[in-house]
């Protein structure tokens, strides 16, 4: 993102009393998935019933090109396991709003690829989490690495530019991060690295894979080296305390200029918060999904000022603001705190004097597979489900 | 962006929308895929009508502007353009 000038006005300022529609919007399509990622957001695996119609998704998108949303972010699940996703993705085409879709790359063809490259509309995401098949299928499942490398392959021989490698960065792979850059060039892809987040499944493997302060510290001086030569979806904007600001608003979003809809047509603050303490509506209800992002409770009290708690006193407030709302709520910490991963350790302080015993929110929504497949049963460590 | 030439004729380009804001307007180019921010409604003014005059000065002239404004709006239009969000049409 780049600011024009012409005025003495504070963006951030701006941004953090809302807008009329959001900026970065995500949807989760389904809660299907045909893999089984540790780290999962979503908790996905199994289709919910529940999931929105064919025609349902098309009033959204009807509401969205009302509201002039640019561009929705599409998810899951595995969206392409959706029978309409691509009849979806023409509908939302059609009616002027960008599609970027993330997928993991198991459906896409020669003919896919070919017929994505002609629209300027669509952009693609694949997921990859390891520069290598040994650190990515240990989260992502056996077989993925190759499953991502042959789309990303398809989609580069087709002619397709700069779509996105994302990659969620981790203890594992934080030393791989050259290596991952050096895929995207080779595919003329551009990488995008985020934050993980201890949400969804993502709880149950945090401790383990969140790299450690070093790492951060590592992984902040590189994305400040690459500038906005790597995307980071503002992923990082706590570490931004360790001294320059990173590229991008520097805020957290939630409510204000980013929220989720979720399979079900469930409106959450953020992508990463699917938890009952930040479910603003849903979009079957009477207002429809604009009705809940301009009336919604929760989403004013988001809008309205903010103290900054405990934050408020340290003099890298301006540059963290306190960090990532979804991390500390599901990490245990209080919201009006530091964020767990505090570039100053402060989080770290709060984290050890935690009751042993405690009980950290579990999301609202788990379509985990009971039963996952056997071979990423075979394959993977982390896997933490029981047999 | 000083060699913004306002005496020029100028349009948002193809393949950008804009979205007016209380702080101004946010401008999204599907081509680039960059989001910009318009801080200003003046400014959102002087752009949403570029194409309806025959120089950026005359749009920016009608849109109420004069002054060390004109100058703003002059800097802002140059960043504008260095990004994509506008271009030169044939005057």
Not at chain 1, 180 to 200: C, E, M, N, V
Not at chain 1, 245 to 274: E, K, Q, S, T, W
Not at chain 1, 306 to 327: E, I, V
């Amino acid at each position: 993102m780049s600011a024009a000038a012409g005025g003495p006005v504070r963006l951030v300022d701006q941004f953090e009393a809302g807008l009329q529609a959001p900026i970065c919007l995500t949807w989760e399509l389904t809660y299907a998935c045909n893999l089984a990622c540790v780290h999962c957001l979503s908790s996905s695996g199994r289709r919910d019933p529940r999931e929105l119609s064919t025609a349902e998704c098309r009033a959204v998108i009807d509401e969205l090109e009302a509201m002039q949303v640019f561009y929705v972010n599409i998810g899951g699940g595995e969206p392409t396991v959706r029978r309409d996703f691509w009849e979806l993705l023409d509908y939302a085409t059609a009616h002027h709003v960008g599609v970027k879709f993330s997928t993991n790359g198991s459906r896409i063809t020669p003919e896919i690829a070919a017929r994505l490259v002609g629209d300027d509309y669509v952009d693609v995401q694949i997921s990859l989490d390891g520069a290598t098949a040994e650190v990515n299928d240990r989260v992502r499942g056996a077989g993925s690495y190759a499953t991502a490398l042959r789309a990303m392959g398809l989609l580069r021989d087709a002619g397709m530019r700069n779509f996105k490698i994302s990659v969620v960065v981790t203890r594992e792979n934080v030393s791989q991060l050259d290596a991952f850059k050096a895929i995207a060039d080779d595919h003329g892809a551009q990488l995008r690295i985020t934050r993980l987040r201890p949400s969804g499944r993502g709880a149950d493997v945090w401790d383990e894979l969140r790299p450690t302060a070093a790492q951060q510290r590592t992984l902040y001086e590189w994305l400040l080296a690459r500038g906005e030569d790597v995307l980071t979806g503002d992923s990082f904007f706590h570490l931004s305390a360790f001294g320059e600001a990173l590229p991008g608003l520097g805020m957290c979003g939630a409510g204000r200029v980013v929220c989720l809809i979720d399979p079900i047509g469930d409106v959450y603050a953020c992508p990463f918060a699917i938890h009952d303490a930040f479910l603003a509506g849903n979009v079957r209800a009477g207002g429809g999904f604009a009705g809940v992002w301009r009336d919604s409770e929760l989403f004013r009290r988001l809008r309205s000022p903010q103290s900054g708690g405990a934050c408020a006193s340290c003099g890298l407030y301006d540059g963290c603001r306190g960090g990532c709302m979804a991390a500390k709520f599901f990490t245990g910490l209080p919201l009006d705190g530091p964020d767990p991963e505090c570039a100053l350790g402060h989080g770290e302080a709060l984290l050890a004097g935690r009751d042993a015993g405690r009980a950290t929110p579990r999301p609202a929504q788990d379509h985990s597979r009971r039963r996952p497949p056997p071979r990423a049963c075979d394959e993977s460590p982390l896997a933490v489900w029981t047999p | 962006m000083s060699d913004f030439d306002l005496e020029r004729s100028w349009r948002v380009s193809r393949g950008v929308a804009l979205r007016p804001e209380r702080f101004g307007a946010l401008a999204y180019s599907f081509d680039s895929r960059r989001l910009s921010f318009l801080k200003s409604r003046r400014l959102y003014e002087v752009v949403r009508t570029l194409a309806e005059h025959p120089s950026g000065r005359a749009a920016c002239e009608a849109a109420g502007a004069s002054g060390a404004e004109l100058a703003q709006l002059r800097a802002a239009l140059g960043a504008l353009a260095a990004s994509g969000m506008i271009e030169e049409r044939a005057g």
